[in-house]
């Protein structure tokens, strides 16, 4: 193996006016308009409070009230609140509760249930509303959660709740029109679809390049309409028929889907059919690989060979506890394995389900899509201080704000900053994630990239007309022992620490139709060597413990190689992506205890390597 590595100042090589641009973002955010938001401290953090504090405004914190400010602003977000309850909560302590009538009985009942609602929003108790909404874990464990005795979405607490979630989506749409600035700014209209039966996350991100007049033609489509994902799709067909609307589902967090996220079957337990692979693929391009409650790239028990597999791994599922629960591991809940099983898939069937693009977002709940972990504010509103992190919970004693990190975000690479050309970029997968770090990383695959120059500082024009970038695909070269070369450039974020490595990660299926996976270090700060078994030392953790700061300066600035697969078997489907990854910096755990002069919370550990992945390219013989 060839290993070409420049360590050039920061952006030497992204000099020359380039065909696209790279934007961050955050597609996952919670305000008060959410149910679980409202209920665990975000009372005044709406989507306008979102996306003057993405802009780079001053925002007053919905819990503690103090001045808060994102560094730098984000080039787009989208508001995704709950489809469920939309509003409803903030509605009803609000005192205006748009419920149709439901004669005196029912007016009876919704009176008592808005009074010890409101009771308990103010005197804290509210996430003991919130826990008797969760599901109970599933009676028959491995079956279709959704047709579980405990599966069924649980009843409307508050009656028919429509009318005052048609207000609440009204309103955030006219604050998404508010704050859309093409060019600036972008906004995009969305909501969350939030299934979750018998406790197995299964929730998906809709999001929409559409302005307001198209999007008030429709409610949003949620798990209280449907907990399967199919019954999503086939509502974003017809209702694209129907508006015009265009819309892509993003799944999320799906380290904690209890094996049905990427499964090698249907929800239902049917044999995943090409018309099934294909609709997925239309609707769901790109999934969400890294956020607060979690990494989901792998899990070491997946990946024994990935010394960095065990990476945020969090493993509390959303359900009621009586007593705790145990976490019980699958493949069909990392993005990795998932591609390994989409691979397999089309080697029975023709189509690959699971040929998505990735992304990083954070998940937030309190109205602040905050990434960072020196300026971190918690999952919930009310774990948004060192003191009030060990208490969080959300009724789940074994959960901490400590458990958490701040990650991550979308990076995308679009010709302009534009709901069209975001989108456009999502659809064709041109994104990656990062765990908060805004690294610049580009990743082109193709078999002959002589038209570089020595200097590398033509890669975008020699990429795009030469080969395919992230999220594209190759097939079966014509010349005789050719093998993929890729060219990857990893930049460190302006403002900060610089880069340990870069890696590809390649699977791939044998002739039997078993997968496979291999991580191959490709380019590094200087200092090290790798050995004969492909293994690289690890960067020095320079970390002081007492401060939180870097004692010494390592790594590189940026990362440049061109890499050739070694391995490569023209016969063989496969995939490549790019792992990019940091000198180690300190969590939000140990800037915690530094300033609570504790020793480090057990709950997570004090020092991360934060890093980036990019989406897969893909070769198909």
Do not use: C
């Not at 975000?42 to 009230?65: C, E, F, L, M």
């Not at 302590?93 to 808005?114: T, V, Y």
């Amino acid at each position: 193996m060839t290993v070409s590595l420049l360590a050039l100042s920061s952006g030497g090589a992204l000099a020359q006016a380039e065909p696209t641009n790279l934007y961050w973002g955050d597609t996952h955010l919670h305000t008060s308009y959410s149910f679980d938001a409202f209920m665990n401290g975000n009372k005044s953090a709406d989507p306008d409070t979102a996306y003057r504090w993405a802009k780079g405004q001053p925002v007053i914190h919905p819990y503690n009230r103090a001045r808060v400010q994102l560094d730098r602003p984000l080039d787009f977000l989208v508001v995704a609140d709950h489809a469920e309850l939309m509003g409803v909560i903030r509605s009803i302590h609000l005192g205006d509760p748009e419920l149709p009538e439901m004669g005196w009985w029912g007016s009876l009942k919704r009176w008592f249930a808005i009074r010890t609602l409101n009771s308990k929003l103010e005197d804290g108790t509210a996430a003991e509303v919130f826990l008797n909404l969760l599901p109970s874990s599933a009676e028959n464990p491995g079956t279709d959660p959704v047709a579980d005795p405990n599966g069924p979405t649980p009843a409307r607490a508050f009656g028919d709740t429509n009318a005052m979630e048609k207000i609440a989506w009204d309103e955030i749409i006219d604050a998404a029109e508010r704050h859309n600035q093409p060019g600036k700014f972008t906004s995009f209209i969305g909501w969350e679809w939030s299934s979750i039966p018998t406790g197995a996350n299964l929730h998906r991100i809709v999001m929409s390049p559409n302005g307001g007049e198209t999007s008030k033609k429709y409610q949003p489509y949620g798990s209280d309409d449907s907990q399967y994902p199919q019954d999503l799709w086939a509502w974003l067909d017809e209702t694209s028929e129907k508006t015009g609307a265009e819309f892509i589902a993003i799944p999320h967090n799906s380290n904690i889907s209890k094996g049905y996220m990427f499964q090698d079957t249907t929800l239902k337990g049917a044999a995943i059919t090409p018309d099934y692979a294909r609709t997925r693929n239309h609707w769901e391009p790109v999934t969400e690989i890294t956020q607060i409650k979690g990494d989901s790239e792998t899990h070491p028990s997946l990946s024994p060979e990935d010394e960095f597999a065990d990476f945020e791994q969090y493993s509390f599922y959303i359900q009621k506890t009586d007593g705790g629960y145990e976490y019980t591991l699958s493949k069909a809940d990392f993005v990795r394995s998932a591609l390994k099983i989409g691979l397999e898939t089309e080697e029975k069937v023709g189509v690959n389900p699971y040929k998505f693009g990735v992304i990083g977002s954070t998940d937030s709940h309190s109205g602040l899509a905050s990434a960072d972990e020196n300026n971190f504010w918690g999952k919930m509103a009310r774990d948004s201080t060192p003191e009030t992190k060990r208490n969080f919970g959300i009724g789940r004693r074994t959960v901490t704000g400590w458990n958490m990190a701040a990650q991550g975000l979308a990076a995308v690479w679009a010709e302009d900053n534009n709901r069209d050309a975001i989108f456009a970029a999502f659809k064709r997968k041109e994104v990656y994630g990062t765990t908060g770090p805004r690294m610049k990383v580009r990743f082109f695959g193709g078999w002959d990239f002589s038209g570089l120059n020595d200097r590398l500082t033509n890669i975008a024009e020699v990429g795009y007309r030469d080969g395919v970038p992230m999220g594209g695909d190759l097939t079966r070269p014509t010349g005789a022992g050719s093998a993929p070369n890729f060219i990857i450039q990893a930049v460190k974020d302006p403002i900060g620490v610089n880069l340990d490595r870069v890696q590809v990660i390649k699977g791939w299926v044998d002739a039997d139709g078993q997968s496979h996976e291999r991580i191959y270090n490709v380019a590094w700060s200087e200092g090290r060597a790798m050995d004969a078994d492909g293994r690289l030392a690890a960067i020095a953790d320079t970390v002081d413990r007492a401060t939180g700061k870097l004692t010494s300066d390592g790594g590189a600035p940026e990362l440049v190689t061109v890499w050739r697969d070694p391995d490569f078997d023209t016969d063989q489907r496969a995939f490549y992506y790019v792992r990019v990854l940091q000198v180690p910096t300190a969590r939000h755990s140990l800037l915690d205890a530094v300033a609570l002069q504790m020793d480090p919370p057990e709950e997570g550990p004090a020092v991360q390597q934060e890093r980036a992945y990019t989406s897969p390219i893909w070769y198909t013989p």
